[in-house]
């Protein structure tokens, strides 16, 4: 998921900035002048001149109010587009401050841990995933998941294969994780990481039912008394 970007933030106030300097400058420039123009007693000037002021606070007012109010309507539409998309995606997505603290979670990613998201919010990745292991079932060490890493370096971590223990069902969910650091402009250092989790349970079962039955396939042909041989519909020998 895509944040805006600098230049697009730049843009937007550019867009507030650009009108309210203009008009300001035109104003000042000219205001003055004009006013002389058409009148030339200086009390009257003085006087006018005290209203010019107020006209000027009022229309440079009620322009701000037009120029952020329309800037803030964008950004609302866009900030729902990205909570619809946030709230709707089948991949877990979990927000990590700078410290490693979760801020954000997707509805996705509770369900794929099992968790609230008042039991996540604040805690550490450590927390929710203490009980993470390795395809082969060993402990996965919780410095070197994907999120700590990547905040630890700066650099994304893709592609990594992880058990989770669902408290809920009480077994474990596989996934496959990816974490990407965040930057502030002009720093080194992330202020946040965003980590997705893509769940595979399902391909896995598939994959080891299918190993399994494979397994006892051969078992079966490579303990049997008589002769076998399987050809393939060329005539070629596939089993002997």
């Known amino acids: 998921m895509n944040h805006p970007s600098p230049n697009t933030r730049s843009h937007g106030f550019f867009q507030v900035v650009l009108p309210y300097v203009i008009v300001s400058t035109l104003w000042i420039l000219f205001s003055d002048s004009i006013l002389n123009f058409f009148i030339q007693d200086a009390n009257k000037i003085t006087t006018l001149s005290v209203y010019k002021g107020?006209?000027?606070i009022a229309i440079?007012?009620?322009m701000l109010y037009v120029l952020v109010r329309r800037q803030?309507?964008?950004m609302e539409a866009n900030l729902s587009r990205f909570r619809t998309l946030f709230d709707t995606m089948t991949q877990g997505v979990v927000y990590q401050d700078a410290k490693g603290a979760i801020t954000l979670v997707n509805a996705s990613?509770?369900?794929i841990l099992g968790l609230t998201l008042g039991e996540m919010r604040g805690r550490g990745t450590i927390d929710p995933y203490q009980r993470a292991i390795y395809k082969d079932g060993s402990p996965f060490p919780p410095d070197q998941h994907p999120g700590l890493v990547a905040l630890r370096t700066g650099q994304p971590v893709n592609d990594v294969f992880m058990g989770l223990y669902h408290p809920q069902q009480q077994t474990y969910r596989w996934v496959v994780i990816n974490?990407?650091?965040e930057f502030h402009p002009g720093e080194s250092q992330p202020f946040q990481v965003?980590?997705?989790?893509?769940d595979i349970t399902e391909r896995e079962k598939t994959e080891t039912a299918l190993?399994?039955?494979?397994?006892?396939y051969h078992h079966i042909l490579n303990t049997m008394m008589e002769g076998c041989q399987i050809v393939d519909f060329d005539w070629r020998y596939v089993y002997v």
């Open 54 to 56: 107020l006209v000027f």
């Open 72 to 74: 803030a309507i964008r």
């Open 109 to 111: 990613a509770r369900q």
């Open 211 to 216: 190993r399994e039955s494979e397994a006892r």
């Open 179 to 181: 974490a990407v650091p």
């Open 60 to 62: 440079t007012g009620s």
């Open 194 to 198: 965003y980590t997705t989790l893509t």
